[in-house]
């Protein structure tokens, strides 16, 4: 039994001093083996816009907009993405850009029907447009003001 026990202590001084794996253990494959092995595939539209919903309800603006504006590029004809980008840009107070992107969803919807009954976004529309025409009569009346005192 000794010689036993003296023969496994005599083994494993002898092997700890060896680097190379044992059986069964792995070693990390080189960075060139991984890029054989795995292959990134980027998240789908659909997947990006709830991607984004997640910054959205969180309030990270400038996430929620990154993953929409990914989503737009990558099917620019998924409707959500845009929808997405006017809610978006209307809370960072960008009214022009949110109006554009609304518009954009209601033209990317695929029938008439789903885009009369898109009344939330037809209302924003209309709020947004009111908002806009209010600032540009107001930057306009003084502008005006402005060139008149000084004539």
Do not use: W
Request: a negative charge.
């Amino acid at each position: 039994m000794r010689s036993i026990m003296a023969a496994l202590v005599f083994c494993l001084i002898a092997l700890s001093g060896f680097p190379a794996p044992l059986l069964g253990q792995h070693t990390a494959p080189e960075p060139d083996e991984l890029e054989s092995i795995y292959h990134y595939v980027p998240p789908s539209a659909k997947q990006s816009v709830e991607i984004g919903d997640f910054y959205f309800r969180r309030k990270k603006y400038p996430g929620a907009l990154s993953r929409y504006e990914e989503a737009a590029r990558d099917d620019p004809y998924y409707a959500e993405a845009y929808l997405g980008m006017g809610k978006v840009y209307e809370k960072m107070g960008k009214g022009r850009e949110a109006l554009d992107a609304y518009n954009k969803y209601l033209d990317t919807l695929p029938s008439k029907k789903q885009a009369d009954e898109a009344t939330d976004v037809q209302k924003a529309i209309r709020r947004l447009e009111h908002e806009l025409n209010r600032e540009h009569k107001g930057n306009h009346s003084t502008q005006a003001a402005a060139t008149g005192a000084e004539n």
